[in-house]
């Protein structure tokens, strides 16, 4: 992924983020009619919301930590999965 400062980018651009920002994204699609690309703004959470969410996400890794231990699995087992989709 790349990032660039929104004065980097020239009228025209600026223009074309601005409306998709606006319309909350964009959905680029080929000839086809099949989703290529997108643009979703980022929305910086309230400091209350992000803690509320680390919190949760350590959480939930705990839990599937406990699970996975239990069934003998790693972290490699778990990513080879992944992969292998």
């Not at 790349?2 to 020239?10: A, D, G, P, R, Y």
């Not at 074309?16 to 909350?24: D, K, L, M």
């Not at 964009?26 to 703004?41: H, N, Q, T, Y």
């Not at 350590?58 to 003998?72: E, Y």
Request: net charge negative; aromatic share 8%; hydrophobic share 40%.
């Amino acid at each position: 992924m790349e990032t660039v400062q929104f004065s980097e980018l020239s009228g025209d651009v600026q223009t074309f983020v601005q409306r998709a920002i606006a319309a909350e994204g964009l959905i680029v699609k080929d000839e086809l009619g099949r989703a290529c690309g997108s643009f979703v703004p980022y929305v910086d959470a309230p400091p209350n919301e992000q803690e509320s969410a680390w919190k949760r996400i350590l959480q939930l890794q705990q839990r599937i930590g406990l699970r996975m231990q239990q069934r003998g699995a790693s972290e490699e087992d778990f990513d080879r999965l992944l992969q292998d989709d």
